[in-house]
């Protein structure tokens, strides 16, 4: 178990037995801890998701301290968990995230109504990040990131450029010329893509305003 102090309070972050332990955000980003304006620090240390918008609810919960979404195994199908504001411009997201089956997990920011700019880090045989705008893929790098094991994505939109780390490493940096997407809320993702399986657990998410 390895307890964590950072932005304002203590959380523990605890091992998956046997599955490995998760990068927390305060070693992962040690300079970004106090920068900005924090939004949201979610722990998921209750039940109710008090400020979140399941679509569908049915395959979200809340166990051990983790936010889990289940799919079935239909090739396609997607569950979004939202929180925020439409008004959010310049922010970042910092999450922990652990697959346990299928492929894809990820975040989405700058949601507004159905569409905004995602992030899509495949595992089970991928291994890579993508970063993307409906079918319209914008980056993708090698991000080797195993199954059973948690990763830390953190996320960073400011104006026109994109920026997306996986366990600390810069993996794409993007300029949208036309900055498409200024504003929105975010999304954390469920879905089975071609692999027809979705298995997936968060936790840590922690989103601040840039300036």
């Known amino acids: 178990m390895l307890v964590v102090v950072g932005l304002g309070a203590d959380y523990v972050h605890q091992d998956l037995a046997g599955r490995g332990r998760g990068v927390s ?7 970004e801890r106090g920068k900005g304006t924090e939004l949201l620090a979610e722990r998921f240390s209750s039940s109710g998701l008090a400020g979140w918008t399941l679509s569908p609810p049915g395959p979200w919960s809340v166990q ?6 289940v799919l079935p195994n239909v090739k396609q199908e997607k569950a979004l968990a939202y929180f925020g504001s439409e008004e959010w411009q310049d922010y970042s997201v910092d999450l922990d995230v652990c697959g346990m089956r299928g492929a894809d997990k990820g975040v989405v920011v700058r949601v507004d109504g159905t569409e905004g700019v995602g992030v899509d880090l495949r595992g089970d045989g991928y291994d890579d990040v993508l970063l993307y705008h409906n079918s319209q893929q914008l980056g993708k ?18 104006g ?27 999304a954390l993702a469920a879905y089975t893509g071609g692999k027809g399986q979705c298995e997936v657990l968060y936790d840590n998410v922690v989103v601040r305003a840039l300036h």
């Open 141 to 158: 790098s090698a991000a080797p990131n195993q199954n059973g094991r948690w990763h830390h994505l953190r996320i960073e939109a400011r």
């Open 25 to 31: 955000l305060a070693e992962a980003y040690p300079r």
């Open 64 to 69: 051990g301290g983790r936010l889990k979404a």
């Open 160 to 186: 026109a450029r994109y920026q997306v780390f996986v366990n600390g490493a810069l993996k794409i940096n993007y300029d949208d010329q036309a900055n498409s997407r200024p504003a929105g809320r975010l």
